[in-house]
């Protein structure tokens, strides 16, 4: 472990809670030391002490065209020469909505906001505003950021009535909140036979990437479709992962379903702090100022943070870019599930586009959050490790997918892949 990153954190600890800014970075649930990264370039980034990593974290998702691309870190410098906020609209914001509406087409409209957090808690107001109903749905396992009526633990059992998952959240807030299985669709039917005319939105993560990674099953989504069709409450689909991410067109496009409302964050602002809220126009005028449901930000739609979306987007965007991504991403997963098999050890891999999850389990089918918890946690913690030291950074935890960008290449492969063979054979 670097002697240097002992010592930043333990500096850390004695000014910032925790020793961190955002909880998973304190390595809690792997122990050890997190390590403190000083530069990226493409794929790979470097720590405080030198060492190179190949990353399949890229900042939990938003880097999609790698560490430092020259496009972005021009598109911001030459921004920020300019002034880097007004108070004002500019263009850049026209601009990056455009491009999301070419890449989304059923987003009518757009709302920029800062964060992904921002961009749910704004779509279940807006949802209730828009329905006058109440109660949200969303699923066990999902993640819709630090939103209080959202930051719902599901109790055991089928469905459960929500409660409060923290400290802080009033049961008042949270009592509205229903909670299902992920990926059981009866679960939901039944929810909704009890409570359907009192639901404003069911959220749900197309591709959950916050228990490790898990693509819904194509039926669920339809059925979560033809469900909202039927009881008038939004289908909104939190993207803030996987869009530009499953697919380019995100996962309403690999699905071809198509939801009310959409939460997009990460790589729509490139490493820059941007969220954004978009949907059907008759819904999404009911934001202030065109409607009654208050929304409004200091630095939405900061010119910074759309140069950087807009500079990445636009390149992702370009003929072939983004399906190579995706094809490196499958042979990732092909070099590790192979590797792994040799060692004899059991594992699974899921793909969406470029976002992945591996899973240390004998099982063939993890479609929940059970199934996750169920895995062999002490082995990923070890895996973990293993790569660490090899060289290769990824996500420390068990409930964090992993992410590929434009700027993995050959050598990252090898790299990665050599560090895996060794590290099997270990575990
Ligand atoms: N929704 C999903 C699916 C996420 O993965 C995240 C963050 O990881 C959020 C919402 C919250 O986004 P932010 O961390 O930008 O507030």
């Known amino acids: 472990?670097?002697?240097?990153?002992?010592?930043?954190?333990?500096?850390?600890?004695?000014?910032?809670?925790?020793?961190?800014?955002?909880?998973?970075?304190?390595?809690?649930?792997?122990?050890?030391?997190?390590?403190?990264?000083?530069?990226?370039?493409?794929?790979?980034?470097?720590?405080?002490?030198?060492?190179q990593y190949v990353d399949y974290v890229l900042s939990y998702g938003p880097l999609a065209i790698g560490h430092a691309h020259p496009e972005v870190v021009r598109a911001i410098c030459d921004t920020a020469a300019s002034g880097t906020s007004f108070g004002a609209p500019t263009e850049l914001e026209t601009e990056l909505a455009v491009l999301v509406r070419e890449l989304m087409p059923g987003i009518e409209r757009i709302r920029m906001v800062n964060s992904g957090t921002e961009a749910c808690m704004s779509a279940v107001r807006l949802a209730r505003g828009y329905t006058g109903r109440d109660r949200v749905l969303k699923f066990r396992g999902n993640y819709h950021g630090h939103v209080d009526a959202l930051l719902v633990e599901a109790g055991s059992g089928v469905l459960t009535l929500g409660i409060p998952g923290s400290p802080g959240v009033p049961a008042s807030v949270t009592e509205t909140t229903l909670t299902a299985p992920f990926n059981d669709i009866d679960g939901v039917r039944e929810l909704c036979a009890e409570y359907g005319d009192s639901i404003a939105a069911v959220l749900v993560e197309p591709v959950a990437g916050n228990m490790n990674c898990i693509p819904a099953l194509p039926s669920f989504l339809q059925g979560?479709?033809?469900?909202?069709?039927?009881?008038?409450?939004?289908?909104?689909?939190?993207?803030?992962?996987?869009?530009?991410r499953a697919a380019l067109g995100g996962a309403q496009a690999w699905y071809g379903v198509q939801p009310d409302l959409t939460c997009l964050g990460k790589v729509i602002g490139g490493g820059l702090p941007v969220g954004a809220l978009g949907g059907r126009a008759e819904v999404m005028d009911m934001l202030a100022p065109t409607g009654p449901v208050?929304?409004?930000?200091?630095?939405?739609?900061?010119?910074?943070?759309?140069?950087?979306?807009?500079?990445?987007?636009r390149n992702l965007a370009r003929p072939d870019v983004h399906a190579s991504a995706e094809a490196w991403t499958g042979r990732l997963l092909a070099g590790l599930r192979e590797r792994a098999d040799q060692a004899g050890i059991p594992l699974l891999t899921h793909q969406a586009g470029t976002m992945f999850g591996v899973f240390f389990t004998d099982s063939d089918r993890v479609i929940g959050f059970e199934?996750?918890?169920?895995?062999?946690?002490?082995?990923?913690?070890?895996?973990?490790?293993?790569?660490?030291?090899?060289?290769?950074?990824?996500?420390?935890s068990a409930f964090e997918a992993g992410f590929v960008s434009t700027a993995h290449d050959e050598a990252a492969l090898s790299h990665t892949l050599d560090a895996a063979e060794r590290v099997f054979a270990d575990l």
């Not at 930000?297 to 987007?313: D, E, K, Q, R, V």
């Not at 199934?371 to 070890?382: L, S, T």
């Open 371 to 396: 199934d996750v918890a169920n895995c062999d946690a002490e082995r990923f913690v070890r895996f973990f490790h293993g790569m660490l030291e090899a060289g290769v950074y990824l996500a420390p």
């Open 294 to 313: 208050y929304q409004a930000g200091t630095l939405s739609g900061n010119p910074l943070a759309m140069a950087s979306g807009l500079a990445t987007l």
């Open 224 to 244: 979560l479709r033809e469900i909202c069709d039927d009881s008038g409450a939004l289908l909104v689909f939190d993207e803030v992962m996987s869009g530009f």
């Open 1 to 51: 472990m670097s002697n240097r990153s002992e010592q930043l954190f333990a500096e850390a600890q004695q000014h910032l809670v925790g020793g961190v800014n955002s909880a998973v970075r304190a390595f809690r649930s792997v122990g050890g030391t997190p390590v403190f990264m000083r530069r990226g370039e493409g794929a790979w980034i470097e720590d405080v002490d030198g060492k």
